[in-house]
C-alpha cells in the first residue's frame, strides 16, 4: 500500500512538473497564461513551491528507505541474541536445576518473556550476573560456556540496544519527514488547482496547448 501511495505521488509530481514546465517554456501558453494574469513571475513561484515538494517527497523517501534499513539490522541483531542466548540458557537450565537460587539470579527460572523490553531484562541479567561471578562461570565452563561466550553475549546486548535506539530514532525521523511531506504536497496542490482552473480559462479553445499541460477538455 505504502510502494503504490509512493508512486502515485511520483506520478502526481511528474505530471506537475511537466505542466509547469510547459506553461514556462512554450511560447503560446506562456503568452495566453500571462494575458490571465499568469506572469513569467507568477509560474516560477509555483516552480518553487513545485521543488520545495519535490524536496520535500525525495527526503521522505530516503528517511523511509533509512529506517527499513535500521529496521533490518535491529531485527537481524535481535535473532542473533536469540540463538546466542538459548543455547546458553538450555546449559544453565541443566547445570542448575537443583539450584533455584542461581536460576532466579540469572533469570532462567521462568520461560523467557515474548515481550522485547521484559525478553531482553532477562537476557542481560543472565549475561551480566554471569559476567560478575566466578563461580557460575566455572560451573557454568562445564558445558562450554566460556568466560568469552559470556562476553560475547554483552557485546550482543549492548549491540541490540544500539540498534532498537537507531530504529526508533529513523521511525521517528521518518514521521516527521512524512508530515513534512504531505504538508507540501498540499500546498502545492492548492496552487495547482488554481492554475489548472485558469490554464482552463485561458486555453479553453486550444485543447492541444491544454494536453501539453495534462489537461483534456471533453467534447
Given at each position: 500500500?505504502?510502494?503504490?501511495?509512493?508512486?502515485?505521488?511520483?506520478?502526481?509530481?511528474?505530471?506537475?512538473?511537466?505542466?509547469?514546465?510547459?506553461?514556462?517554456?512554450?511560447?503560446?501558453?506562456?503568452?495566453?497564461?500571462?494575458?490571465?494574469?499568469?506572469?513569467?513571475?507568477?509560474?516560477?513561484?509555483?516552480?518553487?513551491?513545485?521543488?520545495?515538494?519535490?524536496?520535500?517527497?525525495?527526503?521522505?523517501?530516503?528517511?523511509?528507505?533509512?529506517?527499513?534499513?535500521?529496521?533490518?539490522?535491529?531485527?537481524?541483531?535481535?535473532?542473533?541474541?536469540?540463538?546466542?542466548?538459548?543455547?546458553?540458557?538450555?546449559?544453565?537450565?541443566?547445570?542448575?536445576?537443583?539450584?533455584?537460587?542461581?536460576?532466579?539470579?540469572?533469570?532462567?527460572?521462568?520461560?523467557?518473556?515474548?515481550?522485547?523490553?521484559?525478553?531482553?531484562?532477562?537476557?542481560?541479567?543472565?549475561?551480566?550476573?554471569?559476567?560478575?561471578?566466578t563461580e557460575i562461570q566455572n560451573k557454568l565452563a562445564r558445558?562450554?560456556?566460556?568466560?568469552?561466550?559470556?562476553?560475547?553475549?554483552?557485546?550482543?546486548?549492548?549491540?541490540?540496544?544500539?540498534a532498537r535506539a537507531n530504529y526508533l530514532r529513523e521511525v521517528?525521523?521518518?514521521?516527521?519527514?512524512?508530515?513534512?511531506?504531505?504538508?507540501?504536497?498540499?500546498?502545492?496542490?492548492?496552487?495547482?488547482?488554481?492554475?489548472?482552473?485558469?490554464?482552463?480559462?485561458?486555453?479553453?479553445?486550444?485543447?492541444?496547448?491544454?494536453?501539453?499541460?495534462?489537461?483534456?477538455?471533453?467534447s
Open positions: 500500500m505504502a510502494s503504490k501511495l509512493k508512486n502515485t505521488e511520483a506520478a502526481l509530481l511528474e505530471n506537475y512538473r511537466v505542466a509547469l514546465e510547459n506553461a514556462e517554456s512554450q511560447p503560446e501558453i506562456a503568452q495566453e497564461l500571462n494575458e490571465i494574469g499568469y506572469s513569467p513571475e507568477v509560474i516560477s513561484e509555483g516552480k518553487a513551491i513545485y521543488e520545495e515538494t519535490r524536496l520535500a517527497y525525495d527526503t521522505n523517501k530516503t528517511e523511509d528507505d533509512e529506517t527499513s534499513v535500521a529496521s533490518a539490522t535491529f531485527k537481524e541483531k535481535r535473532k542473533e541474541l536469540e540463538d546466542f542466548f538459548i543455547v546458553h540458557r538450555k546449559k544453565a537450565r541443566v547445570i542448575f536445576r537443583n539450584d533455584e537460587v542461581t536460576q532466579e539470579k540469572l533469570a532462567i527460572d521462568h520461560y523467557p518473556s515474548g515481550a522485547y523490553v521484559k525478553w531482553l531484562e532477562q537476557v542481560k541479567k543472565f549475561y551480566t550476573v554471569a559476567a560478575s561471578d558445558l562450554a560456556i566460556s568466560v568469552d561466550e559470556i562476553s560475547q553475549g554483552n557485546t550482543l546486548v549492548s549491540e541490540i540496544e544500539t521517528g525521523e521518518s514521521q516527521d519527514a512524512t508530515k513534512a511531506k504531505d504538508q507540501a504536497f498540499m500546498k502545492l496542490a492548492n496552487w495547482m488547482q488554481d492554475f489548472y482552473a485558469v490554464a482552463k480559462i485561458a486555453l479553453e479553445d486550444k485543447p492541444q496547448l491544454l494536453e501539453a499541460l495534462g489537461l483534456t477538455i471533453r
